[in-house]
Each structure stands twice: as structure tokens, then as C-alpha cells.
């Protein structure tokens, strides 16, 4: 039924979470062994506010973005299978609210990847916007610098991604907008649909006509509006899904 959609689709817009890179050995965040779910004090590198005030959470942050297991990980079979979905030519876009650049790595055109929570692979001034590779902040980590300040005005460094508490960049999400409502499919893929605007993604394209399939390990708020639902490793279900239209 699913392969019957795919085939018919004339443009498939894909909404990725954590869940897809899980097989890649970069934990999730809420399931079970989540990085919040074993660690909540974890959430606090990753709200705004708490970063900016508290020195010490930025040191741990930092930390954390030296150990992160994103950079030695590499694409595994989900991703590979999204980049036979483009090279069919039925992929719209990827929505992705990832940071670890997995989908860019396996091959997937960048143009096409939408990235709405940001990267990691860069660090971002708050108080100037200078922007830097992330390995050569990590660089200044690794000599000793355990919150780096900014080398053009001396302010404040995160990862390019966003924060509970930061907008989303205006122009990435419209194209994630328009992604949604100009697609015949939307696939929700190892994404919990809990974290708003992005689950929204989900209702944007159901109610311009596009039959949703969601893939998820856990229940999603979104389950009963999709078309189907599937709870198999994506690892597994998304490249057979795909090898019935390449």
C-alpha cells in the first residue's frame, strides 16, 4: 500500500528526527534511552537562557559538543535509502529538525536537505553572528578554552542550532512550509511530532491533500491523522518502501 503511494507520488516531502540517526549510534533525546531521558539536567545546555547565565553550563555544553558521538558517525541504511528516494526523482524536500549533517553525508543534494533546528558542524556568535567551523572552536577546547569566546567581538559561542527559546530562522522554516504544502506524500520519519512548529509540518500538508505516513517507534500526537503508521526500525521498513519505485 505505502510502496502503491510512493510510486503514485509526484513529490514526497520527508520530515526526519533523531530517530533515523539512532542507527547510526547517535542517541534520541525523549525515548528511552534518550540523552534527556537519562540525563534532564541535559536540557538545560540546550535552553537559551541557562546557556547565556550560567557560565558552568556552557563549559559542560562545550564538553558535550567535543564528545558528541554525531562526528565519528557515519549514514546508515535510512539515510542511504532517502538518497535513492531523490535520485528517483520523487523527493520535494527533507525536513530535518537533526543537526548532525547524516543526510548531507550519505548524499543527499544539500539544496534539498532543510535543516530547522540549525547544525552543530558550526559554532555561531550570539552577540555578532560570526559563524566558524565547529572543529576549530573544538581546536581551542582541546588547548585549554573551556567556553570560547567569540574571536571578532569576544561574545558568547553556541552551536549553530537552535535553543529552546530562540526563534526558528524565518526563511528556513517558510521552505519547510512550502515543502509540506507542495507535496503529495509527507513522511514523518523518527520524529516524536512533539517539538512545535516542526510537527505542525504534519497538518500543513494533510490539509492541502497529502496522505501522511509517519514512522516512528513510539506514538506520536500525530498518529490519527496519518494514512498509516509504522512502528518497524527504519533501518529496515524505509529502504524496502523505497527500492519499489527506484
Known amino acids: 500500500m505505502i510502496g502503491e503511494w510512493l510510486r503514485e507520488a509526484a513529490a514526497v516531502t520527508v520530515l526526519t528526527g533523531a530517530g533515523i540517526s539512532t542507527e547510526s549510534g547517535i542517541p534520541d533525546f525523549r525515548g ?127 552551536s549553530a542550532t537552535i535553543s529552546f527559546g530562540q526563534a526558528l530562522r524565518p526563511e528556513v522554516f517558510d521552505a519547510a512550509v512550502r515543502a509540506a504544502r507542495e507535496c503529495d506524500l509527507f513522511l514523518a520519519i523518527g520524529s516524536s511530532l512533539s517539538v512545535q512548529p516542526a510537527a505542525g509540518l504534519c497538518l500543513e500538508a494533510v490539509e492541502r491533500g497529502a496522505r501522511l505516513v509517519i514512522i516512528n517507534a513510539q506514538e506520536t500526537p500525530y498518529d490519527r491523522l496519518a494514512d498509516a503508521v509504522i512502528r518497524e526500525p527504519i533501518g529496515e521498513v524505509l529502504p524496502t518502501l523505497v527500492s519499489e519505485v527506484c
Open 32 to 158: 528511552p534511552q534518550g540523552v534527556w531521558t537519562k540525563d534532564p539536567k541535559a536540557a538545560a545546555m540546550a535552553t537559551i537562557d541557562v546557556y547565556v547565565s550560567d557560565p558552568e553550563v556552557r563549559r559542560r555544553a562545550w564538553r558535550s559538543r567535543h564528545e558528541h558521538p554525531a562526528w565519528g558517525a557515519e549514514p546508515n541504511a535510512g539515510h542511504a535509502a532517502l538518497v535513492g528516494l531523490e535520485r528517483a526523482g520523487r523527493l520535494r524536500a527533507i525536513v530535518t529538525q537533526n543537526i548532525d549533517g547524516l543526510h548531507q553525508k550519505a548524499g543527499s543534494d544539500p539544496d534539498l536537505v532543510i535543516e530547522v533546528h540549525g547544525t552543530m558542524l558550526d559554532a555561531e556568535c550570539l552577540a555578532c553572528g560570526l559563524r566558524t567551523p565547529m572543529p576549530e572552536i573544538l581546536e581551542r577546547v582541546d588547548r585549554g578554552e573551556d567556553d570560547p569566546p567569540c574571536v571578532a567581538c569576544g561574545g558568547i559561542q553556541k
